[in-house]
C-alpha cells in the first residue's frame, strides 16, 4: 500500500509546470482626445513571480497611469498576473507604442524571462476623426465686396460697436443698490470672520464687534466708553434688557483681561470669546 501512495505522490509531483505565457492587449483605433488603456497579462504556475514593466519614454506617448499588477488564481496549477498602463498621444496618425518591457518567471530558483513589446502601432484620429498632420490647404480670399455698398456696412458696424462700447459703460457704471444690515446680522457676520484672524487680535476685535452692536442695537454709547461706563449706561437704559447684562458684564472682562494685562492667548480662548460673543448677539437678537 505504500508503494502505491509512493507511486502516486511522484506522477503528481512529476507534472510539468506550465509554461509562462506573456500577453498585450491594446485596443485601437483612439481619438486624440482620449487616452489608450494597455493590458499587460502573464499566465503561469502557482510559482509565476512578475517585476512591474518598465515602459521607455517617447516623443509620441505620454504615460497617464501605471499599476503595480496584480496576481489572481484561475484555477489550482494556473495563475494569472495582470497590469495596466494608460498612454496619452501626443499626435494624430500611425503611432509606434514605446517599447515595454516585462521580466517574469516560473521558478524562484530559475533565471528570468524578457518579454518586449516594440512593434505595435495604434491609429490615433485627429480632430473630428481625420488626421490632421501635413501642410493644410491655403484658403483663397473671399472676393472683395462692391465699392457702392462696402462704406455703409463700415459705417453701420462702427455704430454698432460705439453703441455697444457705450451700453457696457453705463453697465458697469449704474449705481448698485445699497444692502443695509441689521446690526446683528452684521455683528454675526464680523465675529465669524474672526475665526481665522491672528490670535492675537481676536479679544480685542470680539470687543469691539459687541461694543458696535449694543451702541446700533440699544443706543448705548458703547465704543466711546470703558467696559464700566458701559455697563452703568446699559444699567440706567430703559431699552436694554435687564437679562443680558450679566453676560454682557463676563464677556467684556474676558476681553480686556487679555487686552489689558498683557496675558498670552491661545487659539482656543479666542475661538471661545468668538463664540460667546456669538450667544450673547443671537440671544439679544431672541429678546
Known amino acids: 500500500m505504500s508503494c502505491i501512495l509512493s507511486l502516486v505522490l511522484f506522477l503528481v509531483q512529476?507534472?510539468?509546470?506550465?509554461a509562462p505565457v506573456a500577453r498585450l492587449d491594446a485596443k485601437g483605433p483612439i481619438r486624440l482626445s482620449d487616452t489608450l488603456r494597455v493590458t499587460l497579462s502573464i499566465e503561469g504556475g502557482k510559482g509565476l513571480q512578475v517585476e512591474a514593466p518598465s515602459v521607455a519614454e517617447s516623443p509620441q506617448w505620454k504615460v497617464v497611469r501605471q499599476s503595480k499588477g496584480e496576481l489572481r488564481?484561475?484555477?489550482?496549477?494556473?495563475?494569472?498576473?495582470?497590469?495596466?498602463?494608460?498612454?496619452?498621444?501626443?499626435?494624430p496618425g500611425k503611432l509606434p507604442l514605446p517599447e515595454i518591457v516585462v521580466k517574469y518567471r516560473n521558478d524562484p530558483d530559475k533565471g528570468w524571462t524578457i518579454k518586449r513589446w516594440e512593434d505595435t502601432t495604434i491609429d490615433v484620429a485627429g480632430p473630428e476623426g481625420m488626421d490632421v498632420r501635413g501642410e493644410l490647404p491655403i484658403e483663397?480670399?473671399?472676393?472683395?465686396?462692391?465699392?457702392?455698398?462696402?462704406p455703409l456696412v463700415q459705417i453701420l458696424a462702427g455704430l454698432l460697436l460705439f453703441a455697444l462700447l457705450g451700453g457696457v459703460l453705463w453697465w458697469g457704471r449704474r449705481p448698485r443698490p445699497t444692502v443695509i444690515l441689521s446690526p446683528d446680522v452684521r455683528a454675526l457676520r464680523d465675529l465669524e470672520q474672526l475665526r481665522s484672524a491672528p490670535t492675537e487680535t481676536i479679544h480685542a476685535s470680539v470687543s469691539a464687534i459687541v461694543r458696535r452692536f449694543v451702541e446700533e442695537r440699544y443706543g448705548v454709547q458703547a465704543p466711546r466708553q470703558t467696559s464700566e461706563e458701559i455697563l452703568q449706561s446699559a444699567r440706567a437704559s430703559e431699552v436694554f434688557p435687564r437679562d443680558r447684562?450679566?453676560?454682557?458684564?463676563?464677556?467684556?472682562a474676558e476681553c480686556d483681561r487679555v487686552k489689558f494685562t498683557g496675558a498670552t492667548p491661545t487659539r482656543e480662548s479666542g475661538e471661545q470669546a468668538v463664540t460667546r460673543g456669538c450667544q450673547f448677539i443671537r440671544d439679544s437678537s431672541a429678546g
Open 14 to 18: 512529476a507534472q510539468p509546470v506550465p
Open 73 to 91: 488564481k484561475l484555477n489550482d496549477d494556473r495563475w494569472q498576473w495582470q497590469a495596466e498602463i494608460e498612454l496619452e498621444p501626443a499626435e
Open 140 to 150: 483663397s480670399l473671399p472676393p472683395s465686396p462692391s465699392s457702392d455698398w462696402f
Open 245 to 252: 447684562l450679566e453676560p454682557l458684564t463676563a464677556l467684556l
